[in-house]
């Protein structure tokens, strides 16, 4: 769908599936409007694919399951994804995401990130 200018429907999950080859991933749509405050993608992976483990150091995640299946790993511990599961990821923590054999579709909502700034390495 087309960007808009104030609220309203901003996209049609069927409608994004399938405009994108069920084999493909990423971003399926992303939030995009000017002066907003939250940041929000609808994200496919492909049947088993993953998203490594990483440490997303700024920003807490909510992730939102839409479709299909798959596994969230934490440092503690794993558990099983499926359509309508919520999940917070605090900032700080270590999180992988993989997907089951059907794929998996899910929705991100974070804070906009900051801008670009320069910071330094971290110690150790």
């Known amino acids: 769908m087309t960007s808009h200018p104030g609220p309203g429907?901003?996209?049609h999950?069927?409608?994004l599936l399938h405009q994108a080859p069920a084999d493909s991933g990423g971003a399926l749509w992303r939030?995009?409007?000017e002066g907003r405050?939250?940041?929000a993608n609808i994200v496919r992976l492909p049947a088993n694919a993953e998203?490594?483990?990483h440490v997303e150091p700024d920003l807490d995640v909510?992730?939102?399951v839409l479709d299909g299946s798959g596994l969230l790993e934490?440092?503690?511990g794993r558990q099983e994804l499926s359509a309508g599961c919520t999940a917070w990821l605090p900032?700080?923590?270590r999180r992988a995401v993989s997907a089951a054999g059907d794929g998996l579709v899910y929705l991100t909502v974070h804070r906009r990130r900051p801008g670009l700034s320069i910071r330094s390495a971290p110690l150790g």
Request: hydrophobic share 50%; glycine share 8%.
């Open 9 to 11: 429907v901003l996209a």
């Open 13 to 15: 999950l069927e409608s």
């Open 31 to 33: 939030l995009q409007e």
């Open 37 to 39: 405050q939250l940041d």
């Open 51 to 53: 998203v490594a483990a």
């Open 62 to 64: 909510l992730v939102q």
């Open 74 to 76: 934490t440092d503690g």
């Open 91 to 93: 900032h700080g923590a």
